[in-house]
């Protein structure tokens, strides 16, 4: 069974505007038999970053209200040994500096779960045994 893990921003995206996801990450998506989904804890605390700063547009009343969301249709991925190892060793391109991306990058890798993002900035990291799907919105 494949194993699906959505960035931040697919998360947000998917929330937000849905409809104006591609037809592939849909299906992906919209059909769970095509594979197991996961949400890292690392995308979960960014999404309540953001949403209490107000930068996202959300159908959530409070910031407490998406931890029970997401976990009823999502596994959670927490962080663990080996994705911080794998972090240790990723290899950043010049220009892509944002710490929470490479740990969610290291966990994909660590896991070997494709890892659906619509940062073009990750295809760098297919090299270093990312398996991406890039999705643009």
């Known amino acids: 069974m494949i194993r699906y893990l959505l960035d931040t921003n697919a ?31 690392v995308s979960i605390m960014e ?5 209490k700063r107000n930068k996202i547009r959300t159908i959530w009343k409070n910031a407490e209200d998406i931890i029970p969301d997401l976990i009823s249709k999502f596994e959670i991925l927490s962080v663990k040994t080996a994705h911080l190892l794998t972090y240790s060793r990723l ?35 297919v090299k270093q045994n990312l398996d991406f799907i890039f999705c643009d919105f």
């Open 47 to 51: 999404i309540i970053h953001l949403y």
């Open 91 to 125: 290899i950043c391109p010049p220009g892509h500096n944002d710490p929470n991306d490479h740990l969610i990058i290291s966990q994909a890798i660590s896991e070997k779960i494709t890892l659906i993002s619509s940062d073009s900035k990750f295809e760098h990291y």
């Open 11 to 41: 998360m947000l995206s998917l929330y937000d505007k849905p409809e104006r996801m591609n037809k592939e990450i849909q299906d992906i998506i919209d059909y769970f038999y095509y594979g197991r989904h996961y949400i890292s804890t």
